[in-house]
């Protein structure tokens, strides 16, 4: 995903098949600085992806012929894009689902205007803060050495120095893959929570101060006393390990 400089007006795609919530949506958005382009179904959407530096997508789920659940779904396996959904009040399970696919946060409908612009917003801003070069190496397969640990990133395999495999679940791996990518790089909380996009309902229900207390229980010697993954007071953790790629 392109990082945008702060002057440069953030470049949004917005598809409902609503007109008159296309039309004011764009108007108001437009209004604030951001440049939008509206699309009214899931096949106008993907044309328009062939052709435009985009910067985040405003998703509605009910749509007809192709859903939003199915674009997120291809958007999460060709971009790194940032996504919100627009999600009918009363589908809780609608919206699981999304998170559960990788959006970045949702909006029930009906909502004031300022309250997705506040959204918008936010997900730009933690996007622009990523570390520049995620999004090119992000999907490769590598296999990494720290601190007498191998990492398989395309098994999502974690081996100990003794040749064990030892078990994480999705999140714990997503969180570890975001660790090893960025060594001595201090990442906030919401960059980890961009970071482990794909994020599971497990990921994004839960703290990453969760997460990472029950990752250091299975890689630090001592827990209590972390060498690897350490906190930044103020500022979210950093991994302290030298990592190295492996042939």
């Not at 590598?142 to 999705?170: C, I, M, N, P, Y």
């Not at 994004?204 to 001592?222: C, G, M, T, W, Y």
Request: with cysteine.
């Amino acid at each position: 995903m392109p990082l945008i400089a702060e002057d440069t007006p953030a470049h949004l795609l917005l598809v409902d098949d609503h007109r008159d919530i296309r039309e004011t949506l764009s108007r108001y958005l437009d209004r604030h600085g951001l440049r939008v382009t509206a699309a009214e179904d899931a096949a106008a959407a993907r044309r328009v992806l062939k052709t435009a530096a985009l910067d985040l997508v405003v998703l509605d789920i009910m749509m007809p012929g192709e859903d939003g659940l199915s674009l997120c779904r291809h958007l999460r396996e060709t971009t790194d894009l940032p996504v919100i959904f627009l999600t009918a009040l009363g589908e809780p399970t609608d919206r699981v689902v999304g998170l559960e696919m990788g959006a970045d946060d949702y909006v029930a409908k009906p909502f004031e205007p300022r309250e997705l612009l506040a959204r918008v917003k936010a997900v730009l801003r933690r996007s622009r803060s990523l570390p520049v070069d995620y999004a090119r190496r992000r999907g490769e397969s590598a296999r990494v050495a720290f601190d007498g640990w191998q990492l398989d990133l395309g098994r999502r395999e974690l081996t100990g120095a003794d040749g064990v495999a030892v078990s994480l679940s999705t999140s714990e791996f997503l969180l570890l893959e975001a660790f090893v990518r960025h060594p001595g790089m201090v990442l906030s909380r919401d960059q980890l929570l961009d970071l482990t996009k794909g994020r599971t309902a497990d990921v994004f229900d839960r703290s990453i101060d969760n997460q990472v207390s029950r990752l250091r229980r299975k890689v630090e010697a001592d827990p209590r006393n972390p060498a690897m993954i350490k906190t930044v007071w103020g500022g979210g953790y950093c991994f302290a390990a030298t990592v190295r790629e492996l042939p």
